[in-house]
């Protein structure tokens, strides 16, 4: 290797960086909706519609990590990196597979339409492609320069869509189902040996690789953090979004309820219209 990389001062490492922190912030700067007892009883919810795509962009971060979180010990998994730009990795996975920045998408009731340069929803044209492609393209540059060897880093985007269809074969960057993503990453041809995937994990684990980001509890309550946290890879950045989280979800379980009992109430008052139809026919015949 052309320049040996080593840990900073402290020992920290960046696999407790918490997923997820740049959408979680977005989404708890915008104030929650007032809803009232009727509205909460009816299943309102509490997000302002200025905080909705922050708080799926959050969900879908959480998702993948918690995806990631699965994988063996010969891979590394880092989250939520800033490059010198300003531009942040969702997820930068580094194993035998090669080097992998991630970009995750909650695109939940849209139908996806993917071609050879970008993703289409509901018909519209997006720079997902473009973004996720130039976010890999920087992040190479950068690796490459601190390990003084070449690291490629392949750009992949995870979208959960309502429908997710390929008009491309081979677009410029992958674009995966989340219930696909482990598949398709652990089914990729070997790239890197042991020990070069080991040093490629040193140089991005190393905090003075990115631009500072915070860190999870763990990361601040540990001494050293050589070893993987054992808390849970999905946990929240904050009590704030873990609180506000519950409540969207408390808040759509009352609305499918009421949309069951409505269903239910209008399939009774169909049922009993045509027993007393019946009725009044059998009465007058």
Do not use: N
Not at 31 to 51: K, N, Q, Y
Not at 124 to 132: E, G, P, Q, S, W
Not at 147 to 158: L, M, S, T
């Amino acid at each position: 290797m052309a320049q040996v990389v080593t840990r900073a001062a402290d020992g920290s490492a960046l696999r407790t960086r918490i997923p997820a922190f740049d959408a979680s912030t977005a989404c708890l700067a915008v104030p929650t909706r007032e809803r009232g007892r009727v509205g909460r009883m009816f299943g309102a919810s509490p997000l302002h519609p200025d905080a909705v795509a922050s708080f799926r962009k959050a969900i879908a971060e959480h998702r993948v990590a918690a995806i990631l979180g699965r994988f063996g010990a010969d891979w590394t998994m880092l989250h939520s990196l800033r490059l010198l730009d300003g531009s942040v990795i969702d997820h930068l996975a580094v194993g035998p597979r090669g080097v992998y920045a991630i970009t995750s998408l909650d695109l939940r009731g849209v139908r996806v339409r993917v071609d050879d340069l970008s993703v289409s929803a509901d018909g519209d044209r997006t720079d997902h492609l473009r973004d996720a492609h130039y976010v890999a393209e920087l992040a190479a540059r950068h690796l490459s320069d601190l390990a003084g060897v070449a690291v490629p880093v392949i750009p992949v985007v995870v979208i959960r869509a309502k429908e997710l269809r390929f008009i491309s074969e081979s677009p410029i960057v992958a674009v995966v189902a989340p219930i696909e993503l482990s598949r398709w990453l652990l089914t990729r041809h070997r790239r890197l040996s042991s020990r070069v995937s080991a040093y490629f994990s040193l140089v991005a684990e190393d905090p003075q690789t990115w631009l500072a980001a915070p860190v999870s509890k763990e990361a601040v309550s540990k001494e050293t953090t050589s070893e993987m946290p054992s808390g849970d890879p999905t946990e929240e950045p904050s009590d704030a979004f873990r609180a506000l989280r519950q409540q969207v979800d408390a808040a759509a379980r009352r609305r499918r309820v009421w949309k069951s009992a409505l269903l239910g109430t209008a399939a009774a008052a169909a049922l009993i219209a045509v027993a007393l139809g019946h009725a009044t026919l059998v009465a007058f015949s």
